[in-house]
């Protein structure tokens, strides 16, 4: 822990709560221990165990900024643990350490000092709490010499700037191999995250979560008086539309001093210009200034450069009091998408804000999850256009696409600032409605 505040570097330690080999761990727990004499564990024995190991850490290492739990389970957490007398000392050793919450059960659980979702970002962050995702550089967080499922960098710098402009921390994994060394492909990612962050650091460091909801090419974070836009996906037109009514001061690439960016305001918000050449490293991140609070416009869909309208569970408006909620990815399902679902009131709604720019007739098309306990009827709106759909109790499987029936698009629907798609429950059977990840409207050729 010394030389790590030598170097102006926090310390902390990883501690498992369970522990394998234990005699006295919780029945169930002890998975290497084959207690072949029938021994009855002693579970206030064990508490005193980890009391001890706590001690030794808080005590004998200089000073200990975090100590970072690991598992906790309905059936074993809190005083399991024997939590009052190992927190009420370990706040007296170490006065400033930061506890995470898995003293407890639930990644997300207000507990403790920092929520530790795993492998999988909160649809929404967690607000009202400090939050960090733990993740992996390919898919293990002990090195594994047949673990080649590197990530991209491409991919990796998609889920830190999520993370942090859901106002959360990202903590990545680094699995060294038996001699200590880094793995040369998690030093090249490594070293290229460092690249980028020299440049953009800013953008990152002391900065707060978005103020919008979502945004199409990428994401945004800030700070008092300035607002910054990570783009990862520029738009064909080569500009990007922000939801703001705020007034923008000027706006430049981070790292290109001296060349101010075009922007105009619509009604739509403020559409800033890219350059037409960007030689750095993706994303490219727009510093702009503006005074005070951001005002901001509620979030018009974009019909894409294919002619598709697509609209998602991320910018969606849920509207009622029934528990209609987001549900995102899990730390086993890391990889499934947002979706709309526990739709169990035929009072909730679903919105979404949309700018139609080609008339003519669209496909529809919407992408859920069946299962055998959630069915039920939904109907699909725009303007005086209604669609149906009846979703059947299915076996669950996996999120899957199902036409539902087509709508026209009238050449004076198109530029109607007030435009929107409107999804409501006409009727659940079973516990919830589906959950919903997207609809997609898919230009018909004639």
Excluded at 70 to 88: M, V, Y
Excluded at 126 to 155: C, I, R
Excluded at 265 to 288: D, R, Y
Aim: hydrophobic fraction near 35%; charge should be neutral; charged fraction near 20%.
């Amino acid at each position: 822990m010394t030389a790590f505040h030598k170097k102006g570097l926090k310390a902390g330690a990883y501690y498992s709560l369970l522990d394998w080999q234990h005699p006295d761990s919780y029945e169930g727990l002890s998975y290497l221990n084959s207690n072949p004499t029938g021994y009855k564990p002693d579970h206030e024995a064990y508490k005193t165990f980890l009391y001890g190991q706590v001690k030794e850490l808080a005590n004998n290492y200089d000073a200990l900024d975090v100590l970072w739990l690991d598992f906790s389970s309905k059936k074993h957490q809190g005083e399991s643990w024997g939590t009052k007398r190992i927190l009420t000392d370990l706040i007296r050793w170490q006065p400033n350490i930061l506890v995470n919450n898995r003293f407890w059960d639930g990644l997300e659980n207000k507990n403790g000092d920092i929520g530790t979702p795993e492998k999988y970002i909160p649809p929404t962050g967690l607000p009202g709490m400090d939050w960090e995702v733990s993740h992996t550089m390919n898919e293990s967080y002990g090195y594994s010499a047949h673990d080649q499922n590197w990530k991209s960098f491409d991919q990796t710098m998609r889920l830190f700037i999520e993370t942090v402009s859901k106002g959360g921390n990202f903590l990545l994994n680094v699995g060294p191999d038996a001699e200590g060394a880094i793995p040369a492909k998690a030093t090249t990612l490594l070293k290229d995250i460092g690249k980028w962050m020299k440049v953009n650091g800013d953008a990152v460091y002391g900065t707060t979560a978005s103020p919008f909801q979502a945004l199409d090419w990428g994401y945004c974070t800030q700070k008092t008086g300035k607002l910054y836009f990570h783009v990862f996906d520029i738009p064909a037109d080569g500009s990007i539309t922000v939801p703001l009514s705020s007034a923008i001061q000027n706006a430049h690439i981070m790292g290109v001093s001296g060349k101010k960016l075009q922007i105009k305001s619509t009604a739509a918000g403020k559409t800033i210009l890219l350059p037409k050449h960007f030689n750095g490293q993706m994303p490219l991140v727009i510093v702009t200034e503006i005074k005070g609070t951001p005002q901001v416009i509620q979030s018009q869909i974009q019909t894409q450069k294919d002619g598709r309208i697509v609209l998602t569970a991320n910018n969606a408006r849920l509207t009622g009091s029934g528990g209609i909620r987001l549900i995102g990815a899990t730390t086993h399902n890391p990889n499934r998408p947002n979706a709309i679902g526990a739709w169990a009131d035929k009072n909730d709604q679903v919105v979404w804000d949309v700018k139609i720019q080609r008339p003519g007739q669209y496909q529809v098309v919407i992408n859920y999850l069946p299962n055998q306990k959630h069915a039920g009827i939904i109907a699909i709106k725009m303007g005086d256009q209604l669609l149906k759909h009846h979703f059947s109790a299915e076996k669950e499987n996996q999120f899957t696409n199902k036409e539902v029936g087509t709508i026209e698009i009238s050449q004076q629907t198109i530029g109607d600032a007030g435009l929107q798609i409107k999804l409501n429950a006409l009727d659940i059977q079973g516990l919830t409605l589906p959950e919903i990840s997207s609809i997609t409207l898919i230009p018909i050729s004639k």
